[in-house]
């Protein structure tokens, strides 16, 4: 093959490759919001309080069965981006609640603890992201990674204000 073919094979893989990063990119993986009735069940789940029941996998659930492209990439992607956003409401309101309720120094502490974990949970998954690169696998695996994080964060969050 002759180097301009070769570079020209180049171009287009990488334009592919470029084209796939931004169709599953983070920042847009984060657009999608859970429904108002999965996010009702999701938090009846959470109220019930049971040992080892997964509550984000009926929001995941929702996301699927509503999805036109149900169990591809782009779908497990985008849904595991809304049970994100399911727990990221859960995590900010037991946030607010926990510093409306701490003195003042422990209030500092959260705050600094808080925005220490955003950097170390973006960081984090921007790494699981960055070391999928090429493979279309790299947008589940970041949002499972943000699932992962924020649904750990929202459960120290309740522990810590039921201590």
């Known amino acids: 093959m002759s180097r301009p073919n070769k570079i020209f094979i180049g171009l287009v893989g990488f334009a592919l490759t470029a084209g796939v990063a931004t169709w599953l990119s983070p920042a ?13 069940a999701f ?9 080892g029941v997964d509550c984000g996998q009926a929001v995941y659930d929702a996301c699927q069965a509503a999805h036109e492209q149900p169990d591809t990439t782009l779908s497990i992607t985008e849904c ?10 859960i995590l900010n309101e037991r946030y607010r609640a926990l ?21 170390s949970r973006d960081a984090d998954c921007d ?3 960055e070391n999928w690169i090429g493979g279309t696998i790299r947008g589940p695996m970041y949002a499972g990674c943000m699932v992962e994080k ?8 309740k522990e810590m204000r039921e201590d």
């Not at 847009?28 to 009702?40: G, I, R």
């Not at 595991?80 to 409401?89: E, I």
């Not at 309720?101 to 950097?119: C, N, Y």
């Not at 649904?151 to 969050?157: H, V």
């Open 43 to 51: 938090r009846v789940c959470l109220a019930t309080d049971k040992a």
């Open 150 to 157: 924020t649904s750990e964060r929202a459960k120290w969050l």
């Open 28 to 40: 847009q993986a984060q657009e999608n919001a859970p429904t108002p009735k999965a996010m009702s």
């Open 80 to 89: 595991s981006m809304v049970t994100h956003k399911a727990w990221d409401v």
């Open 127 to 129: 790494a699981v992201y």
């Open 99 to 119: 510093i409306a309720s701490s003195p003042p120094k422990l209030k500092l502490k959260l705050q600094k603890a808080q925005r220490a974990w955003i950097v």
